[in-house]
Nanobody, 128 residues
Framework: QVQLVESGGGLVQAGGSLRLSCAASGRTFSRYDMGWFRQAPGKEREFVAA????????YYADSVKGRFTISRDNAKNTVYLQMNSLKPEDTAVYYC?????????????????????WGQGTQVTVSS
C-alpha cells in the first residue's frame, strides 16, 4: 500500500517555474514506478511524466518535453516535477501516481490504468 500527498502547486505567471513534490508513505516506495498526470477543466486526465523505479529512466509527454523534469529521491520517499517556462495551457490539477512494475508491467508509463495509487492532486494555475 502506498499513500501519496502532492504539494507545491499555486499561481504563477506565464514563463515562470514551479516545483511539485509528492511524498509517499510505505517502505516499498523505491520499487514503484512513479508518474505525474494532470487534468484541466473540462478535459480528460493526461499523462505528463514518469520515472522508472530502477533505472531512473524518464518519460515525458510531447507537450512538456524540454520544460518539465521528473526526478525522485528514494531516501526521502519523494518524487518531484520541476516545471519551467510554464504556459497558460499547463493550468490543471496535477496528480502523482505509483505503478507496480511487476503487477502492471503490461501497461505503458503513459497509460493511467497501470497506476494503482493516486494522490489527491494539487492545483497549478498559469496566468497569461
Amino acid at each position: 500500500q502506498v499513500q501519496l500527498v502532492e504539494s507545491g502547486g499555486g499561481l504563477v505567471q506565464a514563463g515562470g517555474s514551479l516545483r511539485l513534490s509528492c511524498a509517499a508513505s510505505g517502505r516499498t516506495f523505491s520499487r514503484y514506478d512513479m508518474g505525474w498526470f494532470r487534468q484541466a477543466p473540462g478535459k480528460e486526465r493526461e499523462f505528463v511524466a514518469a520515472i522508472n523505479w530502477s533505472s531512473g529512466r524518464t518519460y515525458y509527454a510531447d507537450s512538456v518535453k524540454g520544460r518539465f523534469t521528473i526526478s525522485r529521491d528514494n531516501a526521502k520517499n519523494t518524487v518531484y516535477l520541476q516545471m519551467n517556462s510554464l504556459k497558460p495551457e499547463d493550468t490543471a490539477v496535477y496528480y502523482c501516481a505509483a505503478k507496480d512494475p511487476v503487477l502492471r508491467g503490461r501497461y505503458s508509463y503513459y497509460d493511467e490504468r497501470g497506476y494503482d495509487y493516486w494522490g489527491q492532486g494539487t492545483q497549478v494555475t498559469v496566468s497569461s
